[in-house]
C-alpha cells in the first residue's frame, strides 16, 4: 500500500474541544496512535496498558484509551494508542472501519466502503448419534441483504 496522510481531528469528548492532526493512514495497524503530548493537552487519560509486537518481534506496552475521532465531517468514538512524543500520528483499521473508510491505495485516499463487511453463520440443527447438536457454517454473500429471509442465521 501506498503511504499517505489524512487530516483528521482528536478530542476527549464529543463537544471538544479537537485537536487536527495529519495522520498517515495504514491498514495493518489495529489501533490509531496519537502521541502523548497531544492526548495529554487534551486531557485523554489511558484507560488501560496493551502490548503490542513490532516489525522485529520485540513486545512493547502502550497506554490506550477511547478518544473521539473526526475523519472527513463525520464524529465516532474510537481506540487510541499513546504513542511517543514526536512519532507521527496514525490512522489504524479499526478506526477506518468504524467510519466505514477503505484506502484507495492508487489514487492515495479515503473512500466510503461500498458495503460494509460482516460475517453471518447459518445454524443448522443435525441429528449425530441420537443426539441432536448445533452447527455453524458461514454463508455468503448476505442473503437478508438481499431480501432472503434471515431465518435460522445469525448476523454478526
Do not use: W
Request: net charge negative; with cysteine.
Amino acid at each position: 500500500m501506498g503511504v499517505f496522510q489524512h487530516r483528521i481531528a482528536i478530542a476527549a469528548a464529543p463537544d471538544g474541544p479537537f485537536i487536527e492532526l495529519d495522520a498517515m493512514v495504514a491498514t495493518g495497524p489495529l489501533y490509531s496512535l496519537v502521541p502523548r503530548r497531544v492526548l495529554q493537552e487534551l486531557g485523554v487519560t489511558p484507560s488501560r496498558t496493551r502490548r503490542f509486537m513490532l516489525a522485529d518481534g520485540s513486545l512493547i506496552e502502550r497506554d490506550v484509551a477511547e478518544v473521539v475521532a473526526r475523519v472527513n465531517g463525520e464524529t465516532a468514538h474510537t481506540l487510541c494508542v499513546f504513542s511517543d512524543d514526536g512519532s507521527l500520528a496514525l490512522l489504524g483499521a479499526c478506526t477506518l472501519e468504524g467510519f466505514a473508510l477503505a484506502v484507495d491505495p492508487v489514487n492515495r485516499r479515503l473512500v466510503p466502503m461500498a458495503e460494509i463487511p460482516a460475517l453471518l453463520i447459518t445454524v443448522q440443527d443435525r441429528q449425530s448419534d441420537g443426539d441432536r447438536s448445533r452447527r455453524a457454517e458461514g454463508s455468503s454473500p448476505l442473503p437478508g441483504a438481499l431480501g432472503v429471509p434471515l431465518k435460522n442465521k445469525i448476523l454478526i
